[in-house]
């Protein structure tokens, strides 16, 4: 009910849905690096895939060499030959 | 950048974690803030890399066997280690403490002055009132106050409207606002005079504004021949001059002059071939010392050198009272040969323009112009010739005034 009415202010008001429905954020710079904010944590983690929770979906990142430079509470980057990005919800 | 400084100083650890769930250990950490960065998964080995700072290694301790994972130390890196690995040796310490003690005492005492903004007041100028305030090379900061030296700029120097001046590093940074503007109006010199001719030659223009002139247009005058008096004789009705009124003769005198110039022109001239030999050195300067590390240029050999000097400064404005020197040589071969004609019209071509420039900046009309070559026993010369209209005019005290003939009473 809740997720609903927020829907709806996110849709009338033309709000961010990033912090209304806390929707994850993803910055590519070319296909070697990409910054995810609003994630929640990390399931699996080797140098071909990178599968990130967040609050709405599973975000998975599959390439070669990938490396984590940094991650905190507010976001993480990811380096490395990036060559595809799935959505699971 | 800053961070990694940060961990420099703190002192970070490198880290290979094996084991069952390292995910886990990674959210472990991500929600106890712990910092990991650069973290990469090795194939060959099947395990994760990351680096830490040596502060959250205790803390992770917990995490290790909750997730079932096994933490190895592969290298030690940072200030902490690094004093710790080489606390026994004390000279190499003592070395690296006086270095920056050193470092640290230098950076008490000015060592660059920048004047910006300043077009009529040359840098020597100002360096030279600075030089007067004590203010120089080599003081220490602390003495300088700004505030009081930008007041003593502004009141010694009219002209500046506006300045500011700062220490900032090792450097004294003064930005200056001049007036473009005139501040007086220029008093101009009413006191009478005459006006006689400055040049030989044909009065081709006249305007008098003031005063008697006492020549004519068409007519040939010499060099300080009266052109306008300065007294204007005041006559009665019969023409006879009863009083002579004396005023700043004024006017604008244009006399047709011809002017020649000798100019000696070289027969030959030098020309220098350069070998290909280049040899690069260094100097380095401080106070009085100055050391060359240069390998040593033959003396029977000609050396041509470019020197590039610079201070050195560590970052940004910490400049430091050390010149570097950067000395490129190069060897060439010099000969005389004979000027070829070409080369010969092109050094005339270029003396006529020169020759023009500075008669059009003295406001000199040039009516006509030639050159020829005069070919003497020992050498040759460029006679230019010129046909001119300028200025004829100049001021001059007032001549003495004859004495008036007082006309008959009448009974």
């Not at chain 1, 990938?66 to 905190?72: P, Q």
């Amino acid at each position: 009910m809740l997720e609903q009415v927020k829907q709806m202010a996110v849709d009338s008001g033309k709000l961010p849905k990033d912090l209304i429905l806390g929707e994850a954020l993803l910055y590519l710079t070319g296909s070697t690096e990409a910054v995810i904010e609003n994630y929640r944590s990390i399931l699996v983690f080797t140098d071909e895939l990178l599968k990130i929770q967040t609050k709405t979906m599973r975000i998975e990142i599959l390439g070669r060499s990938l490396g984590i430079e940094y991650y905190n509470q507010d976001q993480m980057k990811i380096i490395g030959q990036i060559q595809e990005i799935k959505f699971c919800r | 950048m800053k961070q990694s400084l940060t961990h420099m100083l703190r002192g970070y650890l490198k880290i290979r974690m094996t084991g069952f769930m390292p995910e886990r250990f990674m959210n472990l950490c991500l929600n106890h803030t712990i910092e990991i960065w650069d973290l990469h998964y090795e194939k060959e080995t099947r395990s994760w890399i990351f680096y830490a700072d040596q502060s959250d290694y205790r803390r992770v301790r917990p995490f290790v066997k909750k997730c079932g994972v096994h933490l190895e130390l592969i290298r030690k890196a940072g200030l902490p280690f690094f004093l710790n690995r080489n606390r026994k040796r004390k000279l190499y310490m003592m070395g690296i403490l006086s270095f920056v003690m050193i470092l640290y005492l230098m950076t008490q005492f000015l060592w660059d002055i920048t004047l910006e903004g300043n077009c009529h007041f040359s840098d020597d100028t100002l360096k030279s009132f600075l030089n007067d305030q004590q203010i120089c090379y080599g003081m220490r900061k602390k003495k300088i106050d700004c505030d009081a030296l930008e007041e003593q700029i502004r009141e010694t120097f009219p002209e500046i409207l506006w300045v500011s001046a700062r220490v900032s590093g090792t450097r004294l940074l003064i930005h200056i606002k001049e007036n473009t503007v005139y501040q007086r109006i220029p008093e101009y010199d009413e006191s009478p005079c005459d006006l006689v001719s400055a040049v030989d030659g044909t009065i081709t223009h006249m305007i008098i504004r003031q005063g008697k002139s006492q020549v004519t247009n068409g007519e040939s005058v010499v060099k300080g021949q009266l052109l306008v008096s300065g007294r204007v004789p005041i006559t009665d009705d019969s023409d006879a001059i009863v009083e002579e009124k004396e005023v700043k003769a004024d006017a604008d005198i244009i006399a047709r002059t011809e002017k020649r110039i000798l100019l000696p022109i070289p027969r030959r001239v030098q020309e220098r071939i350069d070998t290909g030999q280049i040899r690069n050195g260094l100097a380095v300067e401080t106070g009085n010392l100055r050391f060359v590390f240069m390998p040593p240029l033959t003396e029977q050999d000609e050396w041509r050198q470019v020197r590039e000097r610079r201070q050195l400064s560590l970052f940004g404005n910490f400049y430091l009272p050390v010149w570097i020197t950067r000395i490129s040589a190069a060897q060439y071969q010099a000969y005389e040969r004979t000027m070829t004609a070409n080369e010969q019209k092109a050094l005339l071509e270029k003396l006529m323009i020169e020759l023009q420039e500075k008669f059009r900046q003295k406001g000199v009309v040039i009516i006509q112009n030639n050159v020829k070559i005069l070919d003497r026993k020992m050498d040759q010369a460029a006679e230019f010739h010129f046909i001119l209209e300028e200025p004829a005019a100049k001021a001059q005290k007032l001549t003495e005034s004859k004495e008036i003939k007082q006309p008959d009473e009448c009974n």
